[in-house]
């Protein structure tokens, strides 16, 4: 009697067991065939179109030209190519260290439940996200122009002199690093918010019942933890400030003397001069720069791991 | 079935604070946690707050006296002509359109995905992958003419379509989600699927829950990036009747910038602010709202002091 | 979780799978890459020759003042053509109409241009010469240059906008300097000598710090000669005698502290204006509602006369900007496109309407004078004279310097690109950091390896 029902129990459990296997194996195709369905369609596509465009020269009419590496040769030996990843990087060691950790400091302060007021400054820190970029620069012109501006001005009253904030190489950058940082830092805030808020109760319990105090705990498990949602920011801030764009648009046209043209300015250059091969080959040679800037970056924060 | 309860349960539990301050210096911290937190949130408003009381000044005044605000000159003209220029309901409802269904596609199909890449071994996942980090890497604006000339052979130019789909199951969603997911203990989904829940039970009911920080920090930032974005909505949305609202402003900024100071330097900036300050109220009443009852609810809910 | 368990075969052979894909999207990808349908050559325009013309035509416009301006024509432009429907938008024409144009996806049939912009363009256009034929004798030559590419037109030219010196006549009465001495521009630099003898702490000629509008305004000092950054045959001629004398006399500014550098119409630029320190302005008809806006409490105080003339006798005026119409190839009616811009260029009711007192602007349009040189007759003013010019009849002078401008200057369509070169050397020089002779070769090198040999 045990034996049979035993026998029957294993046979149906196996078959159960298969079955579920086999749901279990199918399910990822499942899961990301809807996206895979969209992004074929939509990324892959463009995105094969785009590789084939810079081994040509494509003025958008007609038939282009296959030039094999002459556009990667061109931008290699392009003084302004280098010229703008320079000023992207130099954007980068600006914005991006400041981001983090005024970022990590904010979300650490809102994510406590004690602190009043936290509504208000979460949408705060939300505002300049959704503010149009084109009215934000018109304030940038007027609060750092060199004679009249208001950021002048104070300094000023400090016994300071003035500083060309718009006009010269070296003090652009900072100006438009700053208002890439207003624009941007509420995003970073979210995702380091969501990081931290995200860490396994469990962990925090285990350690508990293993007797670890508060502060053991910020070490082992907050801080541990919360560095991938850093590597992920920083991977994410790097693709934005090398990606920059629209900042630079608004409010320097690139100049001084070419000092804010980013590394994505300088791609969008090559395009509206219709010399799509060119503009093409500058942004696979971009997504390999900031590939591997992040694997750089991950590696470097998981070696501390 | 104990275990997984006993796990969901945990796992739905607040989590421990996020950022452990000895409740002994509390008091004191908090008082400086708002020193900070307040001159920053001030860095942050002051370019908004300019535009909004600028909006009501008269249009030359702001070009003229940028600095300055008269209560007794206070105008609604800018918002009158504005009003009468711009097809602003319109360009309202087309925005809402583009963020509720791009929007849920986003909300639903990024995370579904990434958890199949974060918690499954398939064919072909690395590669695929791999392929959506190179999208997430590629600037937008060289994929810009591929993209076109696909939405021309489907006759979808100046459709919602065209404004929905591409990008809808974004890059960066399935990146962040993947590592969102990824940190979601697997101890919890084998004991889900001991219990005999499906694979896509699993997903609804044990990871949904445990992410749900992640989901809401990934609501707010989709809202902001399908609201901000006008590079791909400016090419294809070609009618009045498809613009957005980014569309609108960038139609009526084209005056302004660069170096385009044409004689109606003065009304187009004031117009500008004026639009720009109706475009943020909606959205920043949807996340105050938000952060009442989403934000607040669940990402504050899950951390206790 | 199933990563106990990962199988590696399935992956390789997804590899190679995948290969095969990726080799067959490649090769549908993409532009054509040989063959093609450059259908380039026969691209001439031609009149429609139906007795009452119909149709739905869609224009695009930037948004703004003129396009509230031609919005109002289109009512007496249906009076002459009542069956064609004129879909009239604001675009923003930078970000759009490239795209447009290479995917041919929802092409307008008529577009307002930058004239800098109509060269860069001309594969996607009809060449209007043929339209064109019958008012070409009487357009200002320099506008038809613009929009001219290897013989054909490509652009129904709109706007014409001589470069004038603005100058703030009440601060130079008061010190004592006579404008009305200033033929040349050795005699403006010692006008501006003399006013900031009388006014040291002044820069009196305004020098543009932008580099887009730098380089713009060096055209139009380089147009009084006649002469362009390239030839019609898009050959570069920027190291040349005549622009050695234009960018010396800019370098004498600097040099001699005579020039305020500021960005057009920059908080610097207005306050120094405003003070009467800044008192020349060499700038196309466009500055002109400076003064009628921005300018408030030296409004009236500001008068335009023609640009002083290199040599004693030499032409007294150079274009600045500018922009034209253009019919894209692919518009579905592209010759109702022209009929709607003939009507508004070349027919009386047409310009009239544009210049002319209106609802936008009640004493008319006047920030530039028509290229239709029938309807620029200094004795018969469109606009009407200028309050903040004290009352000027700024119709003459800008008419009658339009006149002037000598032909010979067609713009290549790298100009925009040119900037990063040209206009910052030319920023560098008033930085005092190049020479003329600097600006000249070094900005010839780059423009020609990056711009001109990239073609």
Not at chain 3, 194 to 204: I, L, R
Request: aromatic content about 10%; glycine content about 8%; some cysteine.
């Amino acid at each position: 009697m045990t034996t049979v029902s035993a026998a029957h129990h294993s046979v149906a459990r196996r078959r159960r067991t298969r079955t579920t296997g086999l749901r279990r194996r199918s399910a990822p195709y499942l899961f990301v065939l809807p996206f895979v369905a969209v992004f074929l369609v939509f990324s892959v596509y463009p995105l094969i179109f785009t590789a084939r465009l810079s081994f040509t020269n494509w003025r958008g009419t007609g038939a282009a030209q296959w030039v094999g590496w002459d556009n990667y040769t061109y931008l290699l030996t392009s003084s302004a190519f280098w010229g703008s990843l320079g000023n992207s990087g130099v954007l980068w060691l600006l914005i991006v260290p400041i981001q983090l950790v005024v970022a990590i400091v904010v979300a650490v302060l809102l994510s406590s439940a004690t602190l009043k007021l936290r509504g208000l400054y979460r949408v705060g820190f939300i505002v300049p996200f959704v503010t149009p970029l084109v009215a934000v620069a018109q304030i940038w012109v007027v609060l750092f122009d060199q004679e009249y501006g208001a950021v002048n001005a104070l300094l000023g009253l400090a016994g300071l002199p003035d500083v060309g904030w718009l006009t010269t190489s070296a003090w652009a950058k900072p100006t438009l690093a700053l208002l890439f940082l207003w624009k941007t830092t509420g995003f970073v805030v979210i995702i380091v918010l969501s990081g931290l808020q995200s860490i396994d109760a469990d962990l925090y319990e285990a350690a508990e019942l293993d007797g670890a105090s508060k502060s053991r705990q910020l070490l082992s498990i907050t801080v541990p933890l919360l560095r991938r949602t850093v590597m992920f920011a920083v991977v994410l801030q790097t693709l934005a400030v090398f990606q920059m764009f629209a900042e630079p648009f608004v409010l320097t046209q690139g100049g001084p003397y070419n000092s804010t043209t980013t590394a994505g300015y300088h791609l969008y250059n090559h395009i509206t001069r219709a010399d799509l091969g060119t503009g093409a080959a500058n942004s696979f040679l971009l997504v390999f720069l900031v590939m591997g800037l992040s694997l750089f970056f991950v590696r470097l924060l998981r070696a501390k791991d | 079935m104990t275990g997984t309860t006993a796990a969901m349960k945990q796992a739905q539990r607040p989590a421990a604070d996020a950022a452990p301050v000895g409740r002994r210096r509390r008091r004191r911290r908090h008082l400086g946690s708002h020193v900070f937190l307040m001159l920053l949130l001030a860095a942050l408003l002051a370019p908004v707050v300019w535009a909004l009381l600028s909006a009501f000044k008269p249009a030359n005044d702001i070009v003229r006296s940028p600095l300055t605000f008269d209560p007794s000159a206070v105008t609604f003209d800018n918002y009158a002509a504005m009003f009468q220029d711009v097809p602003l309901g319109q360009s309202f409802v087309n925005t809402t359109v583009v963020l509720v269904f791009k929007g849920a596609i986003t909300m639903f199909f990024a995370p579904l995905a990434a958890y199949a890449f974060a918690k499954y071994r398939f064919v072909g996942q690395n590669l695929i992958f791999g392929a959506v980090l190179v999208t997430l890497m590629m600037p937008t604006i060289v994929l810009i003419v591929p993209l076109l000339l696909q939405m021309k052979s489907l006759g979808w130019v100046d459709t919602y379509q065209a404004l929905i789909l591409p990008g809808s199951v974004d890059a960066f969603a399935i990146f962040w989600m993947r590592q969102v997911i990824a940190a979601v203990p697997d101890e919890l989904l084998d004991a889900a699927r001991v219990d005999g829940s499906g694979e896509f039970g699993t997903f609804l009911r044990v990871v949904v829950p445990v992410i749900r920080p992640g989901l809401a920090g990934l609501a707010v930032l989709t809202i902001m990036n399908i609201y901000n974005d006008f590079v791909w909505p400016v090419v294809v949305a070609s009618s009045e009747r498809m613009a957005t609202l980014q569309v609108m402003l960038s139609t009526l900024a084209q005056n302004i910038t660069g170096n385009r100071i044409g004689a109606d330097y003065a009304t187009v900036t004031a117009e500008l602010l004026a639009a720009s300050s109706v475009a943020l109220v909606p959205l920043l009443v949807l996340f105050i709202v938000l952060q009442r009852h989403f934000i607040n609810g669940i990402l504050a809910g899950s951390v206790k002091g | 979780m199933d990563r106990h368990h990962r199988r590696r075969r399935p992956a390789r052979l997804t590899g190679v799978a995948v290969v095969a894909v990726v080799g067959l999207g490649l090769a549908a990808c993409g532009p054509e890459v040989t063959g093609g349908d450059d259908t380039g050559d026969a691209g001439t325009l031609r009149a429609p020759d139906a007795e009452q013309p119909a149709g739905e035509i869609t224009i695009w416009d930037r948004s703004g003042d003129l396009f509230e301006v031609f919005e109002a024509v289109i009512d007496d432009f249906n009076a002459v053509y009542p069956d064609i429907t004129v879909n009239h938008v604001a675009v923003d024409i930078d970000a759009r109409l490239q795209n447009t144009l290479i995917t041919g996806a929802d092409v307008p049939d008529g577009v307002f241009l930058d004239d800098a912009k109509v060269g860069g363009y001309a594969e996607y256009l009809w060449d209007l010469s043929d339209v064109l034929a019958p008012y070409l004798d009487d357009i200002a030559p320099q506008k038809v240059e613009v929009n001219s590419v290897d013989g054909g037109i490509y652009g129904v030219p709109f706007d014409f906008t001589p470069g004038l010196l603005f100058y703030n006549a009440a601060a130079l009465d008061a010190a004592g300097v006579d404008v009305s001495a200033i033929e040349t521009y050795d005699d403006l630099l010692d006008a501006a000598r003399a006013y900031k003898a009388a006014k040291p702490e002044s820069g009196p000629i305004h020098l543009e710090r932008s580099e887009f509008l730098g380089q713009l305004q060096l055209e139009m000092y380089a147009g009084q000669l006649g002469t362009s950054l390239a030839d019609a045959d898009g050959e570069l001629r920027l190291d040349s005698p005549a622009f050695e004398q234009v960018l010396t006399f800019l370098d004498t500014v600097r040099a001699e502290e005579l020039g305020t550098r500021a960005e057009y119409l920059s908080p610097t630029d207005l306050a120094e204006l405003e003070n009467g320190n800044q008192v020349f302005y060499p700038w196309a008809i466009w500055f002109s509602f400076a003064p009628q806006q921005l300018l408030t409490d030296t409004a009236g105080q500001w008068r335009a006369m023609q640009l002083p003339a290199w040599e004693p006798g030499g032409a007294r005026s150079g274009a600045m900007g500018g922009s034209s119409f253009v019919v894209p190839k692919d518009g579905e009616n592209a010759e109702l496109a022209w009929l709607f811009y003939e009507f508004l260029m070349f027919d009386e009711a047409g310009y009239t309407a544009v210049w002319g007192p209106n609802d936008v602007y009640p004493q008319g349009l006047n920030t530039s004078i028509p290229s239709y040189q029938p309807a620029a007759d200094p004795s018969a003013p469109l606009f009407e004279p200028v309050e903040a010019l004290g009352g000027q009849d700024l119709w003459a002078v800008a008419t009658e310097a339009g006149a002037q401008i000598p032909g010979g200057t067609p713009i290549p369509s790298w100009w925009d690109g040119a900037v990063d070169y040209l206009g910052t050397d030319l920023q560098r020089m008033l930085d005092g950091d190049l020479t003329p002779s600097d600006v000249m070769t070094q900005a010839t090198e780059s423009i020609q390896t990056n711009l001109i040999d990239r073609q």
